[in-house]
């Protein structure tokens, strides 16, 4: 018999970004939350001081601040005639967990998103045709405008004291020649912080890509170039390039996280409450399946716990979301062979190529060993709809960039093709190599198809006994052309840079996704929103179709994968969702969209 | 380099070890003496702030056969020659075998629920039902019976090209294991050996920061803003989570 707490206002389950930002709306407006996370408490101190924390090994390699697979897991299969296999081990992504989720060991790339990509499939229609988009390919658009989210990309980067250059504010030109993106689109203010340094890696990149005839920009990153402070009066160091970024605890108060720019708020709040190693097992619903009443869970001793809450918020990682959701019995599962049902619909990715430059020892120094996650110089000349698809043939788009966020040796050392991998030779290359090298990505937007989804997998359970999420996913015709398409401009940027050696990392056509090489941990859909219930799962304010007291924020709201990182979407959507409850639910409880 | 001079060469590293570590005895060093094991030797021998050396270390998990074995094995996969000192002398066998004492080496954070299908295509991922201590318990077994079927001798006996030439096969998964697919087994050890070669030193591995001095990472410094821009050398060596410099 589960115990049973006292009941709360809002119960949220993850305390990630999008439970963080969730929490604090909720509590400003006068609301008690309970939030929930499955991990451990996190917090720079003690998980980010240094020198600690200054340790490859415990952090990158052996994985400190992810996701625990013994106790839950995904399966994977390419296609349903497949049997699924569990993940065991931690590869192509790397979900967070404890405090903080996966916004304390991101890297802060901090982007908006093209505006076309919020409607991408009208977008397509209208300048391309119907046809041009391929059969099976399942692209919607978000049923929210750039317009109507912009104040909340807005407060959300002041929030994260985000790093930039604004091309234009208020429809005024200001980042010509400064380091502005002419492809963004217009903002209401400048960046809280210029622009972080460019390493030398950066550096090549931007004069290459200006000699190839394309369009450098610095990357709007979320760690510091200065000092800040952020509207909830939480205090950032400046960044010191210290290289231990993505997969790290910042010890220097500088990449954005959760933990750093919205808990000491919190704590302040006395109606807020963080319960760590509180793993949630299902929502509870009324018998008829239209309210929820709160969630069940099990604290870090094992014991079940009842939490009756009056709005639920599932904050999870993306696909555990969509996986609270089908244990739950909220919206209808998704059926690939019919195409109806929309819980587990559009699982989609990124469509990542890479290519390794080498330079020879006296050419260029390099340090890759210098680095902050979020910066860099990138183009988007090839991004989104920035170019004419017609005569190419794919749907989708690619920023491109060096992004040098710190590469240390044991996973970082990296050698021209044709390297023995151990041995003398491997030894003389990676002392050759190590210092004199960058690495340039096709961060590539990823669509959603009929054939990749997620389900409940009918074999493998995790440590409580409930059914593993199954991802049923592949790489489909358009990917490979988008993917070579990009590769081909991106070598231009290569090239120009008269390189020793060159290494292009693509995916060749007819190859299956592979779960052991990292990609990126950006993953969408499952829980899509949308503007009509048959083809989406939330509504355009992330509020449940099915039961209205249920929000989802987070990067299972988007109907396809974004050529940019995930994250500024994912917490301007969140914010955008709060404001809606804030302003909207709590007067009349009830569909904020009509059915 | 025939087997005798692989011997010598050992024999050699251990002699100048004994200038560190006056107790060991020669006792032990027949054949099989290339384990290494010096059950009476004191630690607090060392003079203050000295790491012992490499193979000074005393393993508590690898048996001396399975000892032997990853000494030679290492010193091959990151061999000492005209760039440095290579695993052997960054003691990643002493790193390899503190590992088999964490977590890690259970699949602690692994999911190891069944059914498996071991013979998954690679794109799947690790579907063994086996953790990192009966990888190295049953493959380094299977190395040594592959090399005695092979060669009449176990794998720490033979000379260096061969040795090579074993690991290859490993690499390539040509060697048939019984109780797991060589091509795994070389997986972890190579895997391994570079943590070995590059962790911090707390970790037991890159004594004397050598892995770092080869490739030219400063370790633990962690502080750049002054070389951001800079495309010129980086002037300062290396130094550790526990304040040594290199």
Same mark, same amino acid.
């Given at each position: 018999?589960?115990?049973?707490? &006292? ?6 389950? #993850? ?23 499955? #991990? ?10 240094? /020198? ?62 093209? *505006?076309?990509?919020l409607r991408l499939r009208s977008h397509?229609e ?12 399942t692209i919607q658009d978000f049923g929210v405008t750039y317009?109507e989210l912009? /104040? ?11 790093? #930039? ?9 200001? #980042? ?19 622009? &972080? ?37 939480? &205090? ?27 808990? /000491?708020?919190?704590?302040?709040? *006395? ?15 009324? +018998? ?20 009756? =809450? +009056? ?20 919206g ?10 929309v819980?587990?619909k559009n ?84 002392? +050759? ?42 790489? &489909? ?21 008269? /390189? ?25 859909g499952?829980a899509i929103m949308g503007t009509d219930p048959k083809t989406s799962a939330v509504n355009r304010y992330l509020q449940s179709w099915d ?5 989802v924020?987070?990067?299972?709201a988007f109907p396809q ?9 994912? =917490?301007?959507l969140?914010?955008w969702s709060?404001?809606a ?10 569909p904020l969209v009509q059915a | 380099? @025939? ?12 002699? $100048? ?26 630690? @607090? ?6 790491? %012992? ?13 399975? !000892? ?16 440095? %000192? ?16 964490? %977590? ?27 953790? %990192? ?7 380094? $077994?299977?190395?040594?019976? !592959? ?64 892995? !770092? ?13 002054? !070389? ?19």
């Amino acid at each position: 018999m589960a115990k049973v707490m &006292q009941k709360t206002d809002v119960v949220i389950v #993850g305390f990630g970004w999008t439970g963080a930002i969730m929490a604090k709306e909720l509590t400003e407006a006068g609301l008690s939350v309970v939030a929930l996370e499955r #991990g451990p408490m996190r917090d720079t101190y003690p998980d980010g001081s240094y /020198p600690q924390v200054i340790d490859e090994l415990t952090y990158s390699i052996r994985r400190k601040l992810f996701m625990d697979n013994s106790k839950e897991t995904v399966t994977i299969r390419h296609t349903v005639n497949d049997t699924a296999l569990p993940y065991r081990q931690l590869g192509a992504f790397l979900p967070g967990d404890g405090v903080g989720g996966a916004g304390l060991h991101w890297s802060g790339v901090h982007f908006r998103v093209d *505006p076309v990509e919020l409607r991408l499939r009208s977008h397509y229609e209208e300048r391309y045709g119907k046809n041009f988009i391929p059969d099976g390919m399942t692209i919607q658009d978000f049923g929210v405008t750039y317009e109507e989210l912009e /104040p909340y990309f807005d407060f959300a980067e002041k929030v994260f004291g985000t790093s #930039g250059q604004a091309w234009t504010v208020k429809g005024e030109l200001v #980042g010509k020649g400064k380091g502005g993106n002419p492809f963004a689109p217009d903002r209401s203010d400048h960046f809280p912080l210029p622009p &972080q340094k460019n390493p030398v890696s950066a550096q090549l990149f931007q004069k290459a890509a200006w000699d190839v005839g394309y369009h450098p920009y610095d990357l709007p990153s979320a760690n510091t170039s200065g000092p800040y402070t952020n509207p909830y009066g939480c &205090q950032m160091g400046p960044c010191n390039f210290c290289g231990y970024c993505s997969g790290y605890v910042c010890y220097m108060y500088s990449k954005s996280s959760p933990n750093l720019n919205i808990l /000491p708020a919190l704590r302040q709040e *006395p109606g807020f409450e963080l319960r760590a190693g509180a793993h949630v097992l299902k929502v509870n619903l009324t +018998d008829d399946k239209k309210l929820a009443t709160g969630v069940t869970y099990v604290d870090a001793q094992g014991n079940e716990i009842e939490q009756p =809450a +009056d709005i639920v918020i599932l904050g999870a990682f993306q696909f555990n979301n969509v996986r609270l959701m089908l244990l739950s019995g909220i919206g209808k599962p998704y059926d690939p062979k019919t195409g109806e049902g929309v819980v587990g619909k559009n699982f989609a990715y990124q469509n990542m190529a890479t290519i390794k430059v080498y330079f020879d020892k006296n050419q260029h120094f390099t340090n890759p060993f210098i680095g902050a996650g979020g910066n860099g110089v990138a183009v988007d000349d090839f991004n989104a709809d920035n170019f004419d698809h017609g005569p190419h043939g794919f749907v989708g788009g690619s920023p491109f960039w060096v992004n040098q966020a710190g590469t240390r040796p044991i996973a970082g050392v990296s050698n021209p093709s044709g390297t023995p991998n151990w041995g003398s030779q491997w030894k003389a290359a990676a002392a +050759d190599y190590y210092n004199h090298q960058l690495s340039m990505d096709s961060h590539g937007a990823h669509q959603s198809y009929r054939g990749n989804y997620l389900d409940l997998d009918p074999t493998y359970k995790d440590a409580y006994g409930m059914p593993l999420l199954r991802m049923t996913f592949d790489w &489909q015709e358009n990917d490979f052309k988008m993917t070579h398409f990009m590769v081909g401009k991106m070598k231009k940027i290569a090239e120009a840079m008269n /390189p020793k050696a060159i290494n292009v990392q693509v995916k060749s056509p007819g190859t299956h996704f592979n779960t052991v090489s990292y990609q990126t941990t950006h993953l969408n859909g499952g829980a899509i929103m949308g503007t009509d219930p048959k083809t989406s799962a939330v509504n355009r304010y992330l509020q449940s179709w099915d039961v209205h007291n249920v929000f989802v924020p987070g990067a299972s709201a988007f109907p396809q994968g974004l050529g940019y990182n995930p994250t500024g979407l994912v =917490a301007a959507l969140t914010y955008w969702s709060a404001r809606a409850i804030r302003e909207q639910y709590l007067k009349n409880p009830g569909p904020l969209v009509q059915a | 380099m @025939s087997a005798d001079d692989t011997l010598n060469a050992r024999r050699d590293f251990l002699r $100048k070890s004994l200038t560190l570590i006056p107790v060991v005895t020669l006792a032990t060093t027949g054949g099989a003496g290339l384990a290494l094991a010096e059950p009476e030797r004191q630690h @607090s021998d060392n003079k203050p702030g000295e790491s %012992p050396a490499a193979d000074a270390y005393q393993p508590t998990f690898f048996t001396p056969e399975e !000892w032997a074995f990853l000494q030679a094995a290492v010193a091959r996969l990151i061999p000492a020659d005209d760039r440095g %000192p290579g695993a052997l002398e960054a003691g990643v066998s002493e790193y390899i075998d503190r590992q088999m004492n964490t %977590p890690y080496a259970q699949g602690a954070n692994w999911y190891m629920q069944g059914p498996f299908q071991p013979d998954a295509p690679s794109e799947m991922g690790y579907q063994l039902r086996l953790n %990192p201590q009966q990888v190295y318990r049953l493959g380094i $077994k299977a190395a040594d019976d !592959w090399s005695r079927q092979q060669y009449g001798k176990t794998f720490a006996e033979l000379d260096a090209e061969t040795q090579d030439t074993t690991l290859k096969q490993f690499e390539a998964g040509k060697a048939d294991f019984q109780a797991l697919p060589s091509k795994t087994f070389f997986a972890a050890l190579l895997q391994n050996t570079k943590e070995g070669f590059f962790c911090d030193p707390i970790h037991g591995g890159n004594k004397d920061m050598i892995g !770092w001095k080869l490739v030219g990472f400063p370790g633990a410094r962690a502080d750049f803003m002054d !070389w951001v821009e800079r495309d010129v050398s980086y002037p300062f060596p290396p130094v550790s989570i526990r304040g040594e410099r290199a």
